[in-house]
Each structure stands twice: as C-alpha cells, then as structure tokens.
C-alpha cells in the first residue's frame, strides 16, 4: 500500500525558513519512476501547485509565487522529496501535502497525482 508522510510543518516568522520532508513507501516500482510533487491548500481556497521534481532524472518545476525562495529535492536511495522553504510570508500559511505521479513530468495540475499524503500545517506569522 502506497503511503506518503509528510513531516517538518510548524509555526514560524515572515522571513524565516522550514524545510519539509515527504517519506514515500509501499510503492510497486522504483521511486525515481514517480514524480514528486508538494502542493498546498490555505483555508477556503482551492488546493494549488507549489513545486515538482519529475521522474527519471528529470529537473524541477516551481510555481512563480514560490521560485528563488523554495527548492525541491529528492533522495532516491531513501525514497524521500524535500521542499526547503525560505524567506517564507504569512501567504505561505497553508496545509502542505506531497503527491506522487508515475512517470510524471511534475505536472501542476494536481489530478495528474495518484497518490497524497495527509499534509503537514504550516504557518507564518506577519
């Protein structure tokens, strides 16, 4: 049974920096053939893309709201997507969630993920 965890949420400053963490397993083929995607959910707005790391050796993909300030990266002998968050502003007060895509070209469209973990809170205080 496929399962993403994501860790590393919490409460910080405008300004400040998180790193979360996305801990993939139970998946039926290699971890580098799904793309890794983070998107983000605030209250009553839609869920929307932030950042994806493709499959198969391929880059990144970034949200403009978000480019120069996160970067996504991957560990495949550890089957694990980071997302380091930096220069972080109350907008990017949300509920984070990691997606998984097979052979995903890190897509922003969030109904190309087949897999979601439960998300992780985070919040930025002005």
């Known amino acids: 049974q496929v399962q993403l965890v994501e860790s590393g949420g919490g409460l910080v400053q405008a300004g400040d920096s998180l790193r979360l963490s996305c801990a993939a397993s139970?998946?039926?083929?290699?971890?580098?053939?799904?793309?890794m995607g983070w998107f983000r959910q605030a209250p009553g707005k839609e869920r929307e893309f932030v950042a994806a790391?493709?499959?198969?050796?391929?880059?990144?993909n970034y949200a403009d709201s978000v480019k120069g300030r996160f970067t996504v990266s991957r560990d495949n002998a550890k089957n694990t997507v980071n997302l380091q968050m930096n220069s972080l502003k109350p907008e990017d007060t949300a509920v984070y969630y990691c997606?998984?895509?097979?052979?995903?070209?890190?897509?922003?469209?969030?109904?190309?993920?087949?897999?979601w973990g439960q998300g992780t809170q985070v919040t930025v205080s002005s």
């Open positions: 139970g998946f039926g083929r290699p971890f580098d053939r799904y793309a």
């Open positions: 997606a998984a895509d097979f052979l995903g070209r890190g897509s922003a469209g969030k109904a190309q993920y087949e897999n």
């Open positions: 790391f493709r499959c198969c050796g391929g880059g990144t």
